[in-house]
Nanobody, 119 residues
Framework: VQLQASGGGSVQAGGSLRLSCSAS????????MGWYLQLPEKPLELVAL??????RYGDSVKGRFTISRDKAKNTAYLQMNSLKPKDTAVYYC???????????????WGQGTLVTVSS
């Protein structure tokens, strides 16, 4: 299963961006889709994830970012509002689920997309 991320770019503080992450290939069911960020020499940090049970956000983005999902398109979106310079990072999307009815699983990562927020 391949993930294609898009939507990164440069924006001024207070602005908005929307990231998209589309899954393709052998996708039977997606259990979780999420976004993580990585700062230089730091581990991956949860931004947001979405499951059938609901959503979860990192503390630094609560109230500003919203994750949503279009199941028919196997696509997740991250609406990023009120962006701050500290949101500047490479954002990675992740999805896990099953490739077929025999419950062969996958856990895939998309290529990173850079978000730059200037003051």
């Amino acid at each position: 299963v391949q993930l294609q991320a898009s939507g990164g770019g440069s924006v001024q503080a207070g602005g908005s961006l929307r990231l998209s992450c589309s899954a393709s290939g052998s996708v039977f069911r997606i259990n979780v889709m999420g976004w993580y960020l990585q700062l230089p020499e730091k581990p991956l940090e949860l931004v947001a994830l979405i499951t059938a049970a609901g959503t979860r956000y990192g503390d630094s983005v609560k109230g500003r970012f919203t994750i949503s999902r279009d199941k028919a398109k196997n696509t997740a979106y991250l609406q990023m509002n009120s962006l701050k310079p500290k949101d500047t990072a490479v954002y990675y999307c992740n999805a896990d689920g099953f490739k077929d009815g025999n419950y062969n699983s996958f856990d895939s990562w998309g290529q990173g997309t850079l978000v730059t927020v200037s003051s």
